[in-house]
Structure formats: structure tokens, C-alpha cells
């Protein structure tokens, strides 16, 4: 089937950075958008990034400048640079991605299992 796997989370200090990367695998025909989401303690998951497969990027508001998103299509892999963190930065950090299956030739929404992210002194 299709698998998402998260890497690159951790515990960082204020104002350090991370890079967390998700490779995508299994039977996949394509892949158009791919995003990170995140989920803090109490809070509902929220949308951080999101690239289409020709890089046209969106962001939330509150992030632009800090993080950064991108791809590698030939490695079935999207990326989150996040720069300046901030305690308020702590979450489970999801990869999504919208493909489309070479076995079931539907396409569908997958998820990963999420990374933790952590700031704190």
C-alpha cells in the first residue's frame, strides 16, 4: 500500500530550527499536494504548509517567514525548514499527502504518523 514516514523531529531550544522530512512510498501513481499539518496539546490540527506538485506553496499566516516548505518529486518527498522557534511551535507534526494509488487507481488523502516537536529551554 502507501506509507508516509515522518523523520527530523526532536527537542530544540527558542529560537533554534528543524528540518523534518516525509518520504512517501509504496504503490503510488502520483502525488499532487503535500503538506504538514499540526496538533498541539488540546488544540485541533492545523494546517502549516502545503506544496502542489509544481511548487506553488501556501502557508498559514502566522508562519510565513519562519517556516519553509518544499519537494522533491523524484523522491516522493516533502520537506518543513523551520527556523526561530518558539515554545508556542510545540506539536505532533503530521506530513499529508493527496495521491493517487497505482493499485487501487483511486486517489485519496493519506496521513503519516506524526513527529514530535518540541521547544523548550
Known amino acids: 500500500q502507501v506509507q508516509l514516514v515522518e523523520s527530523g523531529g526532536g527537542l530544540v531550544q527558542p529560537g533554534g530550527s528543524l528540518r523534518l522530512s516525509c518520504a512517501a512510498s509504496?504503490?503510488?501513481?502520483?502525488?499532487?499536494?503535500m503538506g504538514w499539518y499540526r496538533q498541539a496539546p488540546g488544540k485541533q490540527r492545523e494546517l502549516v504548509a502545503s506544496?502542489?506538485?509544481?511548487?506553488?506553496?501556501n502557508y498559514a499566516d502566522s508562519l510565513k517567514g519562519r517556516f519553509t516548505i518544499s519537494r522533491d518529486n523524484a523522491k516522493n518527498t516533502v520537506y518543513l525548514q523551520m527556523n526561530s522557534l518558539k515554545p508556542e511551535d510545540t506539536a505532533v507534526y503530521y506530513c499529508?499527502?493527496?495521491?493517487?494509488?497505482?493499485?487501487?487507481?483511486?486517489?485519496?488523502?493519506?496521513w503519516g504518523q506524526g513527529t514530535q516537536v518540541t521547544v523548550s529551554s
Open positions: 509504496g504503490r503510488i501513481f502520483s502525488i499532487s499536494a
Open positions: 499529508n499527502a493527496d495521491l493517487l494509488s497505482s493499485s487501487t487507481l483511486m486517489r485519496r488523502n493519506y
Open positions: 506544496i502542489t506538485s509544481g511548487g506553488s506553496t
